[in-house]
């Protein structure tokens, strides 16, 4: 090679190495801009509150100041609904943006995970957490799990990063046999003042270990809240992802000594004032330290009151029946989105749900939607940001593995029911379906089938359409551990 074209040659290498340089430079300090401009998010659960319990939501002797101030600064909506009327597969479906039954996390056989459960949330799934971390979050779930209490299912091998909570329920792994003189439901109705922290054997976890056992419950509201306050303060310079939930008002109900005795409404305001004071403890912190604007919290409840506790449940207000059931009280809960400045403040009467949590978060955030699955979302933005209609037009009411109700715009139809609060409870197919109009009777107390056969038929006609695209997943949460 002549000494000229070695020369030239080297040039050209020097200014691409000079000009990929630059182009990398550059799009590193794109990344960056939107990396800050990412928007972090916070969901907190709470654990069967009724859509009748907070201030803001009607109720006339719980006093809920922290979230209703959060109500009125920003999104109060009327009409949101959760994927299943009990714990584990209404999780499974906040998670993962998908109707239960596609997860295997519903079941006709076990409503929910146990602690002889031998299953838990499969790792095909996609959680929130691990596509938010695709595009650069932080994540952390403080709370309830129940999507599987073995190590492989804990939320650390689910897409977060941390983990402080208890794997299920609070009135799992009794340590004596608790039964009042007409059986365990006596036990909430009337002998709840008597229960011990130690009858419920139920672990705490950081991480993947065991810290505590019987977790206290009289404090634990407050803690996870420090565990957040802290964990937000630690990830703030990323974007990051909070899973908050508490594991109240879920009987047995405990609160800490500063709220025991101080609700108009016994001990059960006692423990929803506690975690409204512990919201507010969040708001205060996003405010002070400026992440309030570029932070989108988003207060709900997993489903709706556990009417069967009478006294130490919670109520759905106007709406009929409770958790469990697929009437509006199970399903239908306050929802409350928040971001000063981002989100117009108002009441909203569309329709959304808690699978549309991952759809609107990832565009938000900039990931891409899964394309190898159904995902049953949808992204809420219109309505949150920009004073526009919901994309949700229909709702589906599952009952474990079966349809029972659509709602269509106004409309819902029950294909199934099955009242639970009732002794001997059936399970009643109805031909034509029940069908109400939730605008102008949301107790759905006025049967109108027979007025409106064609508005049958073209909700039957949406039914159709989401039969076809169903594929449903082999029930994983019947199947229990043997005993050693
Ligand atoms: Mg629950």
Not at 77 to 100: E, H, I, M
Not at 125 to 148: D, F, M, N, P, R
Not at 230 to 241: A, G, S
């Amino acid at each position: 090679m002549h000494l000229l074209e070695k020369f030239q040659l080297q040039r050209l290498r020097f200014i691409r190495t000079i000009w990929f340089g630059l182009l990398s430079l550059g799009i590193m300090a794109q990344n960056e801009i939107n990396q800050a401009e990412k928007p972090n998010f916070i969901i907190i659960f709470a654990d069967d509150l009724g859509y009748g319990d907070l201030g803001s939501y009607g109720h006339p002797t719980i006093h809920t100041p922290n979230l209703d101030r959060m109500a009125m600064e920003g999104q109060k909506w009327t009409n949101f609904y959760v994927g299943a009327s009990v714990c584990t597969p209404s999780r499974a479906a906040l998670l993962t943006g998908r109707l239960p039954v596609r997860s295997g996390m519903a079941s006709n056989k076990s409503r929910v995970l146990f602690p002889n459960s031998a299953n838990g949330l499969p790792h095909e799934e996609i959680t929130l957490a691990e596509q938010l971390k695709t595009v650069g979050y932080s994540t952390a779930c403080v709370g309830k799990w129940h999507l599987g209490h073995k190590e492989e299912y804990l939320p650390p091998n689910h897409g977060f990063d941390y983990y402080y909570g208890i794997p299920y329920s609070n009135d799992m792994d009794l340590t004596r046999k608790l039964e009042g003189p007409t059986g365990y439901w006596d036990l909430w109705t009337k002998e709840y003042a008597n229960l011990e922290i130690s009858d419920f054997n139920v672990p705490l976890i950081r991480n993947t270990t065991i810290i505590e056992r019987p977790a206290d419950q009289r404090t634990i509201t407050k803690r996870y809240t420090d565990e957040s306050i802290q964990w937000i303060t630690e990830n703030r310079e990323k974007p990051f992802f909070l899973y908050l939930a508490y594991n109240l008002p879920h009987v047995p109900l405990f609160a800490s000594e500063e709220f025991m005795g101080t609700s108009k409404r016994g001990l059960y305001g006692d423990v929803v004032e506690e975690i409204d004071h512990n919201v507010g403890r969040i708001m205060r912190l996003l405010k002070n330290e400026g992440l309030a604007d570029n932070t989108i919290v988003v207060f709900t409840s997993d489903n709706g009151p556990w009417i069967k506790t009478e006294i130490s449940g919670g109520s759905a207000g106007l709406l009929r029946d409770g958790k469990g059931t697929t009437w509006e009280g199970g399903m239908r809960e306050p929802c409350i989105f928040w971001s000063p400045g981002k989100i117009t403040p108002k009441v909203v009467m569309e329709l959304g749900t808690t699978m549309d949590l991952f759809s609107t978060f990832s565009k938000q955030a900039g990931a891409p939607m899964p394309t190898d699955r159904e995902m049953d979302g949808v992204d809420l933005a219109p309505v949150l940001f920009d004073n526009e209609e919901s994309p949700r037009s229909a709702v589906y009411y599952y009952r474990g593995r079966d349809l029972y109700a659509v709602r269509v715009g106004p409309y819902k139809a029950h294909f199934i029911t099955q009242e639970v609060y009732v002794p001997n409870p059936k399970r009643v197919e109805h031909n034509p379906p029940l069908l109400y109009n939730l605008d102008v009777d949301p107790s759905e107390r006025f049967d109108l089938s027979d007025e409106f056969p064609e508005i049958i038929a073209a909700i039957q006609e949406v039914v159709r359409k989401h039969n076809s695209k169903m594929r449903k997943a082999p029930d994983l949460l019947a199947l229990k551990e043997k005993k050693k």
